[in-house]
């Protein structure tokens, strides 16, 4: 309740208003004041009140107050902004819900070293334990995995939560050179070793959901990258970001191509420009948003291979060619 009333809204603007929910972009001052850029707000009804079968499009209204009362069936409610004119929004809700966000759309900040391990350390033990498997990603490097997965059930016996970590050993002719955490283990990658056109190469690997690590098992140098990701709340850590499986990198290009997905499907493509693996740029473009923009051809689009100057995706059974100077003057405008 309190993240609602404390802030001010008077000169906002109005992104979003219906039964469920209101949105909108904080004004100027409150930004300044508290780093905040944008709302949500989230109702709940027993029936939806009739005012909002009126409402006409109100985005890009401005806010002219806001208020939030609680009542004995819940809160009372009243929003006052101006469009082509004045309305004056009153209803009652039986709860409500505020999500609050420093910045909206996609944040490539590197949060990794704001990640604390810690809390799952708790969780490495028998107690927990699943499985473990040893995977060969080249003659004399193999990497040993150890999952174990903490779960919550109700009174009635129910799965309410599941958080799977997992603990790695990475292994260099049997002796260890590097170790490492995920905090949420969920995936394997597909091809991680990487053969770099600058003769060395680099183990990519996980250390969450999102993001993606490179070792270089020759060097023992690494590089964590984990996105900020998209827009959240202020009281999560990091937003969702596009979920690395496979890894396709062409030494002809220095061009990298990632498989994988937003939540299990639609399966997509990014490509990123790799050569400085080690500090890579982590800016990529999504294939999707160049063959179709508007969402309307295409569900999945899957790698093929890498030819002598092009990508080859298979969209929705089809193959399709996407030229590197292509690739690349789009990453240049993505940067």
């Known amino acids: 309740?309190?993240?609602?009333?404390?802030?001010?809204?008077?000169?906002?603007?109005?992104?979003?208003?219906?039964?469920?929910?209101?949105q909108g972009v904080f004004p100027e001052e409150e930004s300044d004041a508290t780093g905040l850029a944008a709302f949500c707000i989230y109702f709940q009804f027993e029936k939806v009140p009739d005012i909002f079968n009126h409402l006409p499009d109100v985005t890009d209204a401005a806010?002219?107050?806001?208020?939030?009362?609680?009542?004995?069936?819940?809160y009372d409610v009243k929003l006052c902004i101006l469009a082509e004119e004045f309305h004056a929004i009153i209803f009652q809700c039986t709860n409500l819900h505020c999500e609050l966000y420093r910045y909206m759309g996609m944040s490539y900040r590197n949060?990794?070293?704001?990640?604390?391990?810690?809390?799952?350390?708790?969780?490495l033990t028998d107690e927990f334990y699943q499985d473990e498997e040893q995977i060969s990603v080249a003659d004399d490097l193999?990497?040993?995995?150890?999952?174990y997965c903490y779960q919550k059930y109700d009174d009635?016996?129910?799965?309410?939560?599941?958080?799977?970590?997992?603990?790695?050993?990475?292994?260099?002719?049997?002796?260890e050179i590097y170790s490492f955490l995920n905090d949420d283990d969920q995936v394997s990658l597909r091809n991680p070793l990487v053969l770099h056109s600058n003769g060395r190469r680099y183990l990519a690997f996980h250390v969450?959901?999102?993001?993606?690590?490179?070792?270089d098992p020759d060097s023992g140098q690494v590089y964590h990258y984990v996105p900020e990701g998209y827009t959240h709340d202020v009281r999560s850590s990091h937003g969702e970001s596009f979920i690395i499986t496979e890894i396709y990198y062409d030494k002809n290009s220095d061009l990298i191509a990632y498989g994988g997905c937003y939540w299990a499907a639609p399966s997509e493509i990014f490509v990123g420009d790799f050569r400085n693996p080690l500090h890579y740029n982590p800016h990529l473009i999504r294939i999707h948003e160049l063959l179709d923009p508007e969402w309307e051809k295409i569900d999945d689009i899957d790698f093929v291979r890498w030819d002598a100057d092009a990508l080859i995706v298979n969209c929705d059974g089809k193959e399709v060619s996407l030229s590197v100077s292509l690739l690349r003057k789009a990453l240049k405008k993505e940067a």
Not at 156 to 175: C, E, P
């Open 1 to 22: 309740m309190c993240d609602i009333t404390q802030h001010c809204y008077h000169d906002g603007i109005v992104t979003r208003l219906n039964a469920y929910c209101f």
């Open 63 to 74: 806010i002219l107050s806001f208020e939030v009362m609680p009542c004995q069936q819940g």
């Open 111 to 123: 949060i990794y070293d704001e990640i604390d391990f810690s809390d799952m350390l708790c969780y």
């Open 142 to 147: 193999i990497i040993l995995h150890k999952e």
């Open 156 to 175: 009635k016996g129910r799965l309410i939560a599941a958080n799977n970590f997992g603990k790695y050993q990475v292994l260099k002719n049997g002796r």
């Open 208 to 215: 969450g959901l999102y993001g993606i690590s490179y070792l």
